[in-house]
């Protein structure tokens, strides 16, 4: 059993964590090349957060929405 744990330990330890020790030893020569993947990615979801809302206002405007609150039967 204690080599089981040693074996998921290993996979995490030496696999699956080396990208993100290679972005901690990264911080300490460029702060802002470590952080382009976290500014990349709110880049990425503010887009799709205005998107999504601009949409939403469309089918507003189109009386699309079904604002009924009893729209769902657990609601009544």
């Known amino acids: 059993m204690k080599a089981f744990f040693e074996a998921i330990q290993s996979l995490f330890v ?9 972005l901690r ?21 503010g887009y799709y957060i205005v998107y999504w809302c601009k949409q939403l206002v469309i089918h507003q405007k189109n009386n699309e929405e079904n604002q009924d609150t009893t729209a769902h039967s657990f609601l009544k």
Do not use: Q, R, T, Y
């Not at 030496?14 to 290679?22: N, R, Y």
């Not at 911080?27 to 990615?41: D, K, P, R």
């Open 14 to 22: 030496d696999f699956l964590f080396k990208p993100f020790d290679w």
């Open 25 to 45: 030893s990264w911080e300490l020569s460029s702060w802002v090349g470590a952080n382009l993947i976290n500014w990349a990615m709110m880049i990425i979801c």
